[in-house]
């Protein structure tokens, strides 16, 4: 029986990482559907043409999250009919929406009167803040609220904390005036880089995932590792860190590649616990990997004033080393379970798949290729986009064409009229969608088509609803640290520790990051962390993109580390295990995301900082894997045979003294490794015969 890489099918179930998203139907569900779609439209309109001011334009993107949080997630989890929507929840939605033009209809007012509050601003700006609050908790939890509520009660009160703790004070007006209606509060740069970069790559993920991207990775991937020892397995590493380059979202992720990789993982002999590591382990990992990564990399890319290409230079290296570490692990667990891979027969074949849907890597290669060569993200993701739709409408078309001479010329004629785009902007484009739209109505097929566009533009607004309430809501601790220049204290406190140690300082960071990413998302704990620690490490001699970076992987890792590790919840509920054992092993199984960060601030060339020589590149390339190779030995317990409990000692410690920045940790690690490699083969030798 061949194994078909199919999409996953999700069933009624509506899916957020904490809240519990309602199942509409009838009226509530055509309004939904509505205002998603015009908030597609919206965010693509304002891509293109810029009609609106920056501030203005914010404002309504947080509109748009908000009135559809209020509709989507009820208030409470627990006794909440799914199936319809409270009044006072339509009031809540109609209200925010509202409350959101007041920027646009009093842009000219509220400029001349900046800092100056009238009653009426006063009450608006409270509002958008309570109400920012009230979706971030509905949609993600209590945790983010209660962080970004702490802060926002230190801006109030901290003027009567003891010492450096201590602010002047500021008066509720203030308070106001600094998160509802600046650039530094929930209309920051966070939001700012969520209505532009983040929306737009979002709605590329969902656009590619309805054209059926995810069946073609799958396919890809079990066409060329499915048959290999524990297969299945590294069908998931490599497919899930395929879909997580677009999806930018480790926990969506897991609840889309894992509804196939999970089972198909469990059918062919592993635990149900490995299977759920693995699959959130890789999913988790996309967020990192280059071309695309996830949404964190765009607003870094806009706090540090670089290039995006600059970002995907930076972490290219350590997202290769992170899925070698999964690879590795899952090729030692297949041997020592003796796990064989699938039939050759009944793995598709990937030449074939992609064949049959080459059109669906173009856009990305595209977009790659307008990333790193100086067109700016939001440029880049509108030709995605773009091209995205043309392809979709135009392979219906060419498919009814009656010679292959018309499909070739049909095609010839799209692809010269698409190319427009980069040149002469968005209007040619826009035209040959149009024509091939209405093209679509006289064809058989078309209309189901253009029935999946409609649907990824809804769907894609949905997605981005987690993100951009949380890019709002931390907003708050943004405006306050500004306010008060709180964050040089802490930062303060770890230059005080990095005088006595450099790595004392990168393990609170690292704590921080930790602590901070077990309530909420990777997005708001990047931006947090940077804006208190980076600044810090930077002084201590640690270049800013590979502080940055550092806050940054350990904002992923917090997803995988209990005892809230979302992905691994995400995970538990498909491979039917306990989420704390899930976590547990997928931080063993991802042991790279917590070494990697620390090698890369001793050793900067292995972000390709500070204009590396090749030499320097290759020495800390090849060290890290072998480190890798070394702890997954210590880790799975296995090389060509059974390690017994010494030998698996020795290696863990081999691997350390490969990572440990000390004098002659390099000579001793290399040593060790030589060491135990030599006596491993003379005993799997001479115990074979």
């Known amino acids: 029986m061949t194994v078909h890489a199919v999409a996953p099918d999700h069933g009624q179930e509506e899916f957020s990482e904490h809240g519990v998203q309602r199942r509409l139907g009838g009226a509530s569900l055509a309004i939904v559907s509505g205002l998603a779609l015009s908030f597609s439209i919206y ?68 400029i001349q009167r900046a ?102 990775f799958n396919s890809i991937a079990l066409g060329f590792v499915g048959h290999t020892k524990g297969g299945a397995a590294k069908v998931s590493v490599l497919s899930s860190g395929l879909m997580g380059t677009i999806s930018g979202s ?30 959130a382990t890789s999913s988790m990992g996309g967020q990192i990997m280059p071309p695309v990564m996830g949404a964190v990399a765009f607003i870094m890319a806009e706090n540090l004033n670089v290039s995006y290409a600059e ?74 986009l773009a091209l995205t739709a043309i392809l979709i409408l135009g392979t219906t078309i060419a498919a009814r064409l009656s010679s292959t001479a018309f499909r070739y010329l049909f095609w010839i004629t799209v692809g010269l009229a698409s190319a427009t785009l980069v040149k002469w902007g968005v209007y040619p484009v826009l035209a040959v969608i149009a024509a091939l739209m209405a093209l679509s109505f006289s064809v058989r097929g078309g209309r189901q088509t253009l029935r999946v566009l409609r649907d990824s533009l809804i769907d894609g607004a949905k997605q981005a609803l987690p993100v951009g309430v949380a890019c709002a809501i931390v907003g708050v601790i943004i405006g306050v640290l500004t306010l008060t220049g709180a964050a040089s204290s802490f930062a303060g406190f770890i230059l005080s520790v990095g005088e006595k140690s450099l790595f004392l300082s990168l393990l609170l960071t690292m704590l921080v990051c930790l602590i901070l990413g077990m309530g909420i998302p990777t997005i708001p704990n990047y931006i947090i962390t940077s804006a208190i620690a980076a600044p810090a490490l930077l002084k201590l001699g640690v270049p800013l993109i590979v502080s940055h970076m550092f806050v940054f992987y350990f904002g992923i890792m917090a997803d995988l580390t209990p005892p809230v590790a979302l992905a691994a919840f995400a995970a538990s509920s498909i491979a039917r295990e306990p989420p704390m054992k899930i976590g547990f092993k997928a931080v063993q199984i991802a042991i790279a995301g917590f070494v990697v960060p620390f090698m890369a601030v001793y050793d900067n060339a292995l972000m390709l900082q500070g204009d590396p020589t090749l030499l320097a590149v290759v020495y800390i390339v090849g060290k890290a894997l072998l480190a890798i190779i070394f702890w997954g030995a210590a880790a799975i317990g296995y090389m060509r045979a059974q390690l017994n409990i010494g030998e698996r000692i020795f290696a863990a410690a081999a691997a350390f003294m490969l990572v440990a920045a000390l004098p002659l940790t390099d000579e001793i690690g290399f040593a060790m490794c030589a060491a135990l490699t030599g006596w491993h083969l003379f005993h799997t030798r001479h115990a074979s015969t």
């Open 250 to 279: 480790g926990v969506a992720n897991v609840l889309t590649t894992g509804q196939f990789t999970i089972p198909l993982m469990k059918r062919f002999g592993y635990s149900g616990v490995f299977a759920g590591a693995v699959e």
């Open 311 to 384: 970002i995907v230079k930076a972490a290219a290296i350590p997202a290769i080393l992170y899925y070698a570490t999964a690879f590795w692990m899952v090729h030692l667990e297949a041997g020592r379970k003796q796990l064989l891979g699938l039939p050759k027969d009944q793995c598709p074949n990937p030449w074939q798949a992609m064949r049959a849907q080459w059109h669906l890597v173009l856009p990305l290669a595209a977009l790659v290729w307008m990333l790193f060569n100086g067109f700016t993200p939001m440029y880049s993701g509108m030709v995605g």
């Open 115 to 216: 800092g100056d509050l009238t009653t009426v601003d006063f009450w608006v700006g409270t509002a958008m803040v309570l109400l920012v609050f009230e979706a971030a908790r509905r949609i993600l939890g209590l945790a983010l609220p209660l962080v970004c509520g702490t802060f926002l009660l230190y801006g109030l009160f901290g003027q009567y904390l003891p010492g450096d703790l201590a602010h002047r004070g500021y008066d509720f007006a203030q308070i106001v005036d600094q998160l509802g209606f600046g650039t530094e509060g929930i209309f920051g740069i966070p939001i700012l880089v969520s209505a532009t970069y983040i929306f737009l790559f979002i709605l590329f993920g969902s656009f590619l995932e309805h054209a059926g991207m995810i069946n073609l």
């Open 43 to 110: 965010q693509l309109v304002v891509a293109a043409f810029h009609p609106l001011s920056s501030l203005v334009m914010r404002s309504l993107h947080v509109g748009f999250l908000l009135a559809l949080t209020f509709i989507l997630f009820p208030a409470f989890r627990h006794g909440a009919k799914l199936s319809r929507v409270s009044a006072a929840d339509w009031l809540l939605a109609v209200g925010a929406f509202t409350l959101s033009t007041y920027q646009w209809f009093f842009e000219g007012d509220l």
